[in-house]
């Protein structure tokens, strides 16, 4: 099979797995197993496209809604608990389903220290999500649990118990890192970034860094690397085997997240490939291990993660190699720059249509920070494990690399999400996209030249129009949050959004820097810590609250008084249950 023949097969897998019609699956495995036997690429396409769409809507159909019930049983965690809030969200089998689970209070904390694996015997309910969304649909979630009380747990199968053990370890041997610092080294090392601050979280947002927080081909290829030791001491299909299971056992440890299955079944066909002494370009690699992966979970083409993973390795493997030919420098510089040029331009439509924007800062911060992501990674697979083996001070000896390395890369994101930069729609994505052909074509250093000019200019709009449009008096960002802003006096109201990470975004995408009056409309402890955030990121001024509210510092104002600042009037007028305001223009613009 040619590599065209092998891209037309990842290609139809994924139209067929997106069509996901009722094709009757036995005539499209007929048509397969003719096809192999005749050797006919084309015809396997076919069966591919067939074979794919049956599957897909087999898979939607097994997204069985519950009817609303009370459920007392075991279920086995297929995620590790995250911290969302007061409460705590775990992905969850149970009796064949999958459920996103919740839990509160003591239940939350008997199941903040469990791992993916652990299994604990549950009381509480179970309903049916409506409407059903494509990021749970891919997980093959169709079903929300809320757990009342946990009675017991016990640890999960072995394999389970050892990955668990090297995760465990691995931060263990960390803990002299602070905590912002200790959350982006899990995250960089085994892809957990659940204890990530809501700041940082932004910072990384801003930064086009969350990738590598995101476990890759790359932490793949340095598994290997740091198996290969002990893997050359047997022949060639002992060689093989350890390969397999290295690969199964990192994906273990890593969660089996979307970028982790397309890294593992790449490493997989091209140990394959070389077991039967067989080339297999990269192109082909990545093509063969979508087909497989779709075939094996259709769903998975409704995971943003997938498709990005597939996008980003694509943009590397077609574009990488010939730019960084004609990129002028030292070989290291431009090879870096190709392969970050590559992906961030393969994955900017996608990024785009789900998140709303490209930050512009991702080519420079990607250029400074990924060098030194790599031998963090390393380093945390290897003396990592031994530092968590030995602890005390001597392990805070082994990780003082780390934390000069980490913090370099949180001070690239920080600089980042604080420069202002914006980020790039489509009308700059085509005018970078169309200015890149021109310098791609282009013979003459003039006119590569020129290209090049037109290029920064490009990425340079979305930061001029940041600072020189003229915002609107009131705005309601997309998460609910209210802005009012007049010249340099700026009043936010919390309103009803609940996530730190999201309200943080919206002002920063709305080129909020300041808050003269936050408004925390109902005085709770999610907006209590959504106050805390912000004045880490930005200066805030004065806080008010309803009265009984759990805000240290806060003003409590009632219904009919009036705060003002700068040339805005906020008009409380109501206070219970929660907070009403009208903010108004002063009719004395110099009040204070």
């Not at 003003?555 to 206070?575: F, K, M």
């Amino acid at each position: 099979m040619s590599d065209r023949h092998a891209v037309a097969l990842a290609v139809a897998a994924l139209a067929g797995a997106w069509w996901s019609a009722a094709v009757p699956l036995v005539p499209a495995i007929i048509l397969g197993v003719v096809a192999l036997a005749v050797r006919r690429p084309w015809l396997l396409v076919a069966a591919v496209l067939l074979l794919s769409s049956s599957l897909g809507a087999r898979a939607w159909a097994g997204l069985d809604p519950l009817e609303p019930s009370a459920f007392d049983g075991e279920a086995t965690l297929v995620s590790d608990p995250v911290p969302v809030g007061e409460g705590m969200r775990v992905f969850v089998r149970a009796d064949g389903r999958r459920y996103e689970a919740w839990a509160y209070g003591r239940a939350a904390r008997d199941l903040s220290d469990r791992l993916a694996g652990d299994r604990v015997s549950v009381t509480g309910s179970a309903r049916p999500i409506l409407p059903l969304p494509d990021y749970q649909a891919a997980r093959h979630i169709a079903n929300r649990l809320n757990i009342d009380r946990i009675h017991s747990h016990r640890d999960g199968p072995a394999p389970y118990r050892l990955a668990n053990w090297l995760r465990r370890t691995i931060a263990r041997g960390a803990e002299s890192l602070d905590d912002d610092r200790l959350a982006l080294f899990t995250g960089l090392s085994y892809g957990d970034d659940r204890h990530q601050s809501p700041v940082v979280s932004d910072d990384f947002r801003a930064s086009g860094l969350t990738h590598l927080l995101a476990v890759s081909g790359q932490n793949m290829a340095f598994v290997l690397i740091l198996a290969r030791p002990l893997i050359e001491r047997f022949d060639y299909r002992g060689r093989w085997v350890l390969t397999l299971g290295a690969i199964g056992f990192f994906a273990l440890v890593t969660r089996f997240e979307p970028s982790v299955l397309r890294a593992s079944v790449m490493a997989a066909i091209a140990a394959t490939a070389t077991l039967m002494g067989r080339e297999a370009s990269s192109r082909r690699v990545l093509a063969l291990a979508v087909a497989l992966l779709v075939l094996v979970d259709p769903l998975l083409v409704h995971s943003v993660a997938f498709r990005l993973s597939v996008a980003a390795s694509t943009g590397i493997i077609l574009w990488a190699p010939r730019l960084a030919e004609r990129l002028p420098g030292p070989r290291i510089l431009a090879d870096a720059m190709a392969v970050t040029v590559s992906a961030q331009l393969a994955v900017s439509p996608l990024l785009i249509a789900t998140f709303g924007g490209v930050p512009v800062a991702s080519l420079p911060t990607n250029l400074l920070a990924a060098p030194v992501a790599g031998p963090i990674m390393m380093w945390s697979l290897s003396a990592g494990v031994a530092a968590g083996l030995v602890g005390g001070p001597l392990a805070q000896v082994i990780h003082w690399p780390t934390s000069v390395g980490i913090g370099w890369i949180q001070a690239v994101a920080g600089w980042a999400a604080s420069a202002r930069l914006g980020e790039l729609q489509i009308p700059h994505l085509v005018a970078v996209s169309i200015g890149a052909v021109i310098w791609w074509l282009a013979r003459r250093r003039l006119m590569r030249a020129a290209a090049a000019g037109g290029l920064a200019m490009a990425l340079l709009v979305p930061a001029v129009a940041l600072r020189i449009a003229d915002p609107p008096f009131h705005t309601v960002l997309d998460s609910g949050v209210e802005v009012w802003r007049h010249h340099h006096a700026t009043v936010v109201l919390l309103g009803a959004n609940r996530s730190t990470e999201r309200l943080l975004e919206d002002l920063r995408r709305a080129g909020v820097e300041t808050v003269d009056v936050a408004v925390a409309d109902r005085g709770t402890r999610a907006q209590r810590d959504q106050i805390l955030s912000l004045k880490e990121r930005m200066w805030v001024g004065t806080v008010i609250a309803p009265p009984g509210h759990q805000i240290g510092g806060a003003t409590t104002v009632r219904t009919g008084q009036q705060v003002l600042v700068g040339g805005l009037i906020v008009e409380v007028t109501s206070h219970n249950p929660r907070l009403a305001v009208a903010v108004t223009l002063s009719p004395d613009t110099g009040a204070v």
